[in-house]
């Protein structure tokens, strides 16, 4: 006999999944523009709020089953459920934020088997006094649900060319987290048992309980949204640099190889240092290339390919507007090798393309440099560094024009 549901709290339910996907997504979004504290504050968050939402969500839908015998929960299993969520969706999120298209699978089927894995194992938390089967379609179809949705709203949110409003993205995410629960709960078999002890009357009725768990878990979400959410007032105190009247500039047009590679390139030319009243009277020749592990078959990418590179521990990852590559040099190498006209280190841990850079705004004390790449990326500025940056960007623009 299929288990029936309340249609008010299978309503709720989903609605607390969606709502934490937007906070997660919002926050996991923000990670490639955040310095180095922030960047692991976002992830944490994002990992938080998707987990409370998730696991909210579920709990929220047991209480709407009907179930045909009177169960309780231990607190073991359900606290367990809860941190393997956290886990594997940390996971996810990280892999998601590195914008590589390889990764960005790995983390749909992390996250996918994540939330199955929440689920089936939450549900070891209902009490002996019943006996479950699962049908073993139902289970698998669970996972494919899940695998496939998170999969979906991932690409959407991170590697679209053109980016759906996230409020989309957060409400295909929120039906893969439904969906998985509900058609997984489609496949179970409650049986009691006899002779079981009976469980106790419950202090507290499962709408009630319910409600408060969901309001829990919005609340949660919006703490994190508002501790780890910039001001954007702060963000548009000071608007865009580029050009002087406040709006975007239009998108450089892009480089390939088959223009002229820049005379630095091949000839010598002075570093721009980062105390302008130093200068490099030596010219020397720069690198076409730099290594990486793969792009394309090869084991170089050519300067003209990239848009920005960001430090990983003591190796880089080479953005080239679609995907982040794995390099192994440190920035410090890489910036070495780089022309200082077209390339600048915005930030210790960040080098930024000037040819690609379509705006530069304040972000509090900070900067955010937009570039004009596929899939969106923004790269964190020092305020040390933006006079330096606006400073190559209106010699660039000036260049252009001329």
């Known amino acids: 006999m299929p288990i029936e549901h309340d249609p008010t709290l299978v309503a709720l339910s989903l609605l607390v999944a969606i709502q934490a996907s937007y ?51 231990v607190v073991l299993p359900t606290l367990l459920s809860f941190l393997v969520c956290v886990l594997v969706v940390g996971i996810a999120v990280y892999l998601a934020t590195l914008r590589s298209q390889r ?34 379609v139902y289970v698998l179809a669970s996972v494919l649900i899940a695998v496939v949705a998170s999969g979906l709203a991932l690409w959407l949110a991170f590697a679209s060319e053109t980016r759906p409003p996230l409020l989309v993205c957060a409400a295909v995410l929120g039906c893969a987290i439904s969906g998985m629960h509900y ?31 969901s309001v829990v878990a919005f609340m949660v979400s ?32 892009p480089v390939t190889s088959e223009k002229a590679v820049p005379a630095s390139v091949a000839t010598a030319k002075a570093a721009v240092p980062d ?15 730099l290594p990486v592990e793969k792009y394309r078959g090869n084991k170089t990418i050519d300067i003209t390919d990239i848009f920005s590179v960001h430090a990983n521990a003591h190796y880089t990852y080479v953005f080239n507007g679609r995907e982040d590559i794995f ?21 210790r841990s960040y080098i930024v393309n000037i040819q690609r850079v379509t705006r530069l705004k304040r972000a509090g004390d900070n900067g955010v440099a937009d570039l004009d790449s596929p899939v969106r990326r923004s790269v964190p500025v020092s305020r040390s560094r933006l006079p330096q940056l606006r400073e190559q960007l209106t010699v660039y623009l000036q260049s252009k024009d001329n």
């Not at 997984?184 to 319910?210: E, F, K, N, Q």
């Not at 105390?275 to 290339?289: F, G, L």
């Open 23 to 73: 906070v997660g997504l919002n926050l996991a979004l923000r990670v490639s523009q955040a310095f180095a504290l922030n960047r692991r504050l976002l992830i944490a968050g994002a990992a938080l709020s998707f987990a409370v939402g998730i696991w909210a969500m579920h709990f929220v839908g047991m209480l709407a089953a009907r179930l045909p015998v009177t169960v309780d929960y």
């Open 103 to 136: 990764l960005l699978f790995i983390a749909a089927t992390v996250m996918g088997v994540g939330i199955a894995s929440m689920h089936y194992i939450g549900m070891l938390a209902l009490h002996a006094s019943a006996h479950m089967i699962h049908n073993p």
């Open 183 to 213: 058609t997984a709960m489609a496949g179970l078999t409650l049986h009691p048992i006899v002779g079981a002890p009976p469980t106790g009357t419950p202090a507290i009725s499962g709408d009630l309980l319910a409600v408060i768990v």
């Open 222 to 253: 919006g703490v994190f949204m508002l501790a780890l959410v910039p001001d954007q007032r702060e963000a548009a105190a000071d608007p865009v640099i580029l050009p002087e009247s406040g709006e975007s500039v239009s998108a450089p047009a």
């Open 275 to 289: 105390n302008p009243a130093q200068t490099v009277p030596e010219a020397r020749a720069y690198e076409p290339t």
């Open 327 to 347: 390099c192994p040099l440190s920035i410090g190498e890489i910036i070495e090798r780089l022309p200082p006209d077209i390339f600048s280190r915005v930030h």
